[in-house]
């Protein structure tokens, strides 16, 4: 392997052309795109300054779209997109965390029977049911812990802490810090 | 001074503040990608301890690991600017993190951190034979206790009495160990 291609140092303009790199951007690892799908422009916008971490994954369906505020810090996001994600400025993400947009199988026992033999080897997939996507807003200065897991349409409103391993499944408020599985509202010297 | 590692992929060497005892194993120079440690031993490791793929020291000027004999690493994330201890005998499962800081980031010469500063207290202290399940998080102020055993996703940062079980999200001891 051309280390290059995991310490930020590989040319940015390999990247496909419907991703917008703000000024100042680092990029530790090509293989973060390597699941990127999206057919949108933008599918993927970057602000100024953003900084993404090697364990970084950019698994974005063809109708998917992510947009990145100014200066966030992004060390171990799994995007998992096939709607829409959008992060604010000067949010942090931290180690070993997934945010999706959809659970990308279907809930009802038939149809998840019709999805896994369209998704099973040598299956047809142009014949899965169709996804439920809702789109998830992280606003801007959240902090989201390690290990935390951010699912389909929810919103965590400015400045608000989500705790390390904590599963959000519901909006949280400005300000407010979450913490547990599933994610309830807690305060800031339990949850830091 | 630590060799290149003779089965490395990285072209980058081991720092020289780095000691592996006799026999153990550290999958690649690559686990001190974000490495800031400038401590006279960033990391110590006694004899026949394995540290796998996907294990980092992302460790801050001040960060220190040592580790005893006969552990596994199976692919653990250390991002501490303090002192980490772990014992001998002990089991750190896949994705298992730890660090000071609820979101941690790495550090960055030259940059400001969200993670703070040095410390006296260590940061982490695991006792002899613990053992810690997948994704699994130790946050400052974990003091795991010899023989305990912290489940699969479970957030510690207090004091685990020797011999417990600790599990769940919030974490509560679920098992404590026979008088």
């Not at chain 1, 505020?69 to 942090?92: H, K, N, T, W, Y």
């Not at chain 1, 996804?131 to 951010?150: F, H, K, S």
């Not at chain 2, 951190?113 to 997948?134: F, M, R, T, Y």
Request: a negative charge; one cysteine or more; glycine letters at 12%.
């Amino acid at each position: 392997m051309d280390s290059k291609e995991i310490t930020g140092e590989w040319d940015y303009s390999s990247l496909p052309a419907n991703v917008l790199l703000g000024p100042g951007c680092f990029i530790e690892r090509k293989e973060s795109f390597r699941r990127f799908r999206s057919t949108r422009d933008p599918g993927l916008r970057l602000g100024a300054n953003v900084i993404v971490h090697t364990w970084a994954e950019f698994s974005v369906e063809p109708e998917g779209q992510i947009t990145i505020g100014d200066d966030s810090v992004l060390v171990g996001p799994v995007f998992m997109c096939a709607e829409r994600i959008s992060l604010g400025r000067r949010v942090v993400i931290s180690y070993q965390v997934t945010i999706a947009d959809s659970d990308f199988h279907p809930l009802d026992r038939a149809a998840r029977r019709r999805d896994a033999i369209a998704n099973a080897h040598g299956g047809d997939a142009r014949l899965r049911p169709p996804l439920e996507t809702r789109p998830v807003v992280i606003e801007d200065d959240v902090w989201i812990g390690i290990g935390a897991i951010v699912l389909k349409g929810v919103r965590v409103g400015r400045g608000a802490r989500i705790a390390a391993g904590a599963v959000v499944t519901r909006d949280v408020p400005e300000g407010a810090w979450v913490a547990g599985n599933p994610a309830r509202a807690t305060d800031a010297e339990t949850a830091s | 001074m630590t060799p290149i590692l003779s089965h490395d992929w990285f072209d980058r060497p081991v720092p020289d503040n780095v000691r592996i005892g006799a026999g153990s194993w550290l999958h690649s120079a690559y686990a001190f990608l974000h490495n800031c440690s400038e401590r006279p031993c960033a990391l110590s490791v006694g004899r026949n301890t394995g540290i796998y793929q996907g294990s980092f020291f992302e460790l801050g000027p001040q960060g220190e690991v040592r580790i005893g004999d006969y552990c596994t690493l199976v692919g653990v994330i250390i991002a501490c600017n303090g002192p980490v201890l772990i014992g001998s005998y002990v089991f750190l499962a896949h994705e298992v993190v730890i660090a000071d800081h609820f979101a941690a980031v790495p550090w960055r010469r030259g940059a400001d951190s969200i993670c703070p500063g040095p410390q006296a207290e260590p940061s982490v202290v695991l006792g002899d034979d613990v053992w810690v399940g997948a994704r699994a998080t130790l946050l400052k102020g974990a003091r795991v206790g010899s023989g305990a055993i912290v489940g699969a996703g479970t957030v510690v940062d207090f004091e685990v009495p020797p011999g417990a079980v600790v599990a769940g999200n919030p974490a509560r001891i679920v098992r404590r160990a026979h008088a």
